[in-house]
């Protein structure tokens, strides 16, 4: 069975201060898809980033950057430079190929103190 | 792109009337679409499965009496809750697939309270 674990439940920071919330998973397949999610306290989910389980590049989109790599099954996300406006829930998320159901952490709520 | 709209967005009704939400793909065709259920400070729990033209698939232990999904058309799903009650009041999402990139697109989610 997948499964996805985002062990830190809670993460506080001052505004500025560079901060990476952890995504581990678990799956015996070898072709899968990992996301990242982000749930502003307005309450929609928005979609961040897609990777396949074939793509180890890291990627980096303005202050967002992710770091994949299949050998600790960790799918980790870090913010630089975070600022109020980041504070949501974020949530890691797997899908295996051909599957339909997305299976999610439990969400690490992130605040951004000024 | 891959805008999904839910409508209502918040919704307070009497214990045993029935509450309709509806998901909306603006910009695509969603073949397939997914209702969950998120409780205060929780993960996102799948209710059922929506795929166009055919029967949703319930996750275990859903009633599907009590949740009843339509997708009739490739840009709409409705939930409806029939007799809710103040256990039923929850924060219901849902979200939308294009198909081949196995990306889900989420609603605003729609809040509901059963008094």
């Known amino acids: 069975a997948q499964k996805v674990t985002q062990a830190q439940t809670e993460i506080s920071v001052v505004e500025k201060e560079d901060v990476t919330l952890d995504c581990v998973y678990e799956?015996?397949?070898?072709?899968?898809?990992l996301f990242w999610y982000k749930q502003p306290p307005s309450g929609e989910l928005v979609f961040l980033i897609r990777?396949?389980?074939?793509?180890?590049q890291n990627e980096i989109s303005g202050r967002y950057s992710w770091n994949f790599q299949k050998s600790t099954s960790s799918f980790n996300f870090t913010i630089t430079a975070s600022q109020v406006v980041d504070s949501a829930v974020y949530f890691c998320a797997l899908i295996l190929q051909g599957a339909q159901k997305l299976v999610f952490g439990q969400g690490t709520r992130l605040t951004i103190n000024p | 792109g891959a805008v999904v709209s839910q409508h209502p967005s918040r919704v307070i009704c009497k214990s045993g009337t029935s509450v309709k939400i509806e998901c909306r793909s603006l910009?695509?065709?969603?073949?397939?679409m997914f209702w969950y259920r998120q409780f205060p400070k929780q993960s996102l729990m799948l209710m059922a499965t929506s795929n166009e033209g055919s029967k949703a698939t319930y996750e275990q232990g859903v009633e599907k009496d009590k949740f009843l999904i339509n997708h009739a058309s490739l840009t709409l799903s409705t939930l409806t809750v029939t007799s809710a009650h103040p256990e039923d009041s929850s924060f219901y999402i849902c979200?939308?697939?294009?198909?081949?990139?196995?990306?889900?697109?989420f609603g605003p989610g729609t809040r509901l309270t059963v008094l």
């Open positions: 979200s939308a697939g294009q198909g081949g990139d196995f990306t889900q697109y």
């Open positions: 910009d695509f065709q969603a073949t397939t």
């Open positions: 990777r396949n389980s074939f793509d180890e």
């Open positions: 799956t015996r397949d070898t072709t899968y898809y």
